[in-house]
Nanobody, 123 residues
Framework: VQLQASGGGLVQAGGSLRLSCVAS????????QVWFRQAPGKEREFVGG???????IYAESVKGRFTFSRDNAKNTVYLQMNSLKPEDTAVYYC??????????????????WGQGTQVTVSS
């Protein structure tokens, strides 16, 4: 299974971007799907996602601004990012897997990763 992330770019603070992540096969129908991000010099951090069974979960820092969605027919998940802030600048990665609940927001819980897409928010 391969994941291909896209949609990153340069945007001014307050702007919006929509990231997409396409799976090479029906990985998303049997796995939870998540987005992480990693800023320079920082650890990879959980942004949002949905477990195989359950509801969508978001990091506190993006609640109310980011929206996760998926289209199983297209093997694609999305991350709609609104009201972007300079601190949202990072490389964004999509991932898929079925970690135990305590690992859902931890990068160690996932073995299937996309290549990352750069998001830069200018002030």
């Amino acid at each position: 299974v391969q994941l291909q992330a896209s949609g990153g770019g340069l945007v001014q603070a307050g702007g919006s971007l929509r990231l997409s992540c396409v799976a090479s096969e029906r990985a998303f129908s049997t796995n939870g799907q998540v987005w992480f991000r990693q800023a320079p010099g920082k650890e990879r951090e959980f942004v949002g996602g949905i477990p195989r069974r359950g509801r969508t979960i978001y990091a506190e820092s993006v609640k109310g601004r980011f929206t996760f969605s998926r289209d199983n027919a297209k093997n694609t998940v999305y991350l709609q990012m609104n009201s972007l802030k300079p601190e949202d600048t990072a490389v964004y990665y999509c991932a898929a897997g079925n970690p135990i609940s305590s690992y859902f927001t931890r990068s160690e819980g996932y073995t299937i990763w996309g290549q990352g897409t750069q998001v830069t928010v200018s002030s």
